[in-house]
């Protein structure tokens, strides 16, 4: 056997071995892996539930990013929805369909990023399955879980007219990474351009403004994945509304990028660039917004699901996992 092994040339029990130790419990179980099923506390009597899949060379490339990436950013892009629903990340479980030549160290350091991650967050990682795949596969999924504790859902449903859009985190760092990871840039000096390679390589999500809006209020809520302008139209859609973006409110943002990227880059990851995981919400205009939110634009009357800038409808672009 090589100082390294593959996935090949161990046995299931072994890999599991190897990386169950990264998996911490957090109290949520009431029976963790290792069985056929996990059983988990359900406090609050209901429970959010989503999933979410990344494939190498086309989520990611080994060339960009290391298994501590890959890790970070599917745990992210699932923690965020959970709290894009206005719940508290649970518990998480994870698929991994491989390579059998895949190295056992590369799932080894997931496991131990990925482990890492959920300690700090609270989460537990109660199980999941593994299958082996045709020569170059690598498929990661995660299924998570959270607990609304008493809350109601908070959907893309509620908007209404008048209300106020606005956003907790950043715009577009994540698509100026992706942006400068396409020109060859894989390392940068520049504080600009380095955030925005680290922000698409390990983003992180606001988790806690997602329970923030429901008891501030919000109508609408939901993750900023495909782009703002994509995801304001789901929300206006959802609604039967229509969307004004305010452009000068989204001056800074694009601004933040243009050393990293250009001017015209800049503002065209601040409206379309994908997988931010910022939260993006509804809230009525006669109270003022929670900590740590700011306005981009307004909830109007309108063809439901049309997004403007400044009054001037835009056209429809974002991140899809088909079209591209």
Not at 279 to 298: C, D, H, Q, T
Request: net charge negative; proline share 6%.
């Amino acid at each position: 056997m090589s100082e390294e092994p593959t996935l090949a040339e161990v046995s299931e029990e072994e890999i599991l071995g190897r990386i169950f130790p990264h998996f911490r419990p957090t109290g949520a179980e009431l029976l963790g892996p290792g069985d056929d099923a996990a059983v988990l506390a359900a406090a609050s009597g209901s429970v959010v539930v989503t999933t979410d899949a990344m494939v190498r060379g086309r989520d990611w490339l080994d060339e960009w990013s290391t298994p501590e990436d890959v890790a970070a950013k599917s745990l992210t892009q699932n923690l965020a929805d959970i709290a894009a629903m206005g719940a508290v990340p649970t518990a998480v479980v994870v698929a991994l369909v491989a390579d059998p030549a895949t190295p056992v160290a590369w799932l080894e350091r997931y496991a131990a990023e990925l482990g890492s991650r959920c300690a700090r967050l609270g989460v537990s990682v109660a199980g999941g399955d593994l299958s082996s795949a045709p020569a170059g596969t690598v498929m990661l999924s995660i299924t998570a879980l959270g607990d609304l504790a008493g809350r109601e859902p908070l959907t893309r449903a509620g908007a209404r007219v008048g209300d106020v859009l606005a956003v907790c985190g950043p715009l577009g760092r994540s698509g100026a990474g992706l942006a400068l990871l396409s020109d060859g840039v894989v390392e940068a000096d520049h504080p600009a351009a380095a955030a925005a390679l680290a922000h698409h390589r390990r983003p992180d999500a606001p988790l806690a403004a997602g329970p923030q809006a429901v008891s501030a209020g919000a109508h609408a809520l939901m993750d900023i994945s495909d782009g703002l302008l994509r995801d304001a139209a789901r929300i206006g859609r959802a609604s039967g509304v229509a969307i004004d973006l305010d452009s000068g409110l989204l001056a800074e943002d694009i601004a933040a990028l243009v050393p990293a990227v250009g001017t015209d880059r800049a503002r065209e990851c601040v409206l379309a660039g994908g997988e931010e995981h910022s939260l993006l919400a509804a809230y009525p205009s006669e109270r003022g917004l929670p900590e740590g939110w700011r306005p981009v634009g307004a909830i109007v009357a309108g063809p439901a699901g049309q997004v403007a800038a400044d009054g001037e409808a835009t056209t429809p672009r974002g991140w899809d996992h088909f079209a591209g």
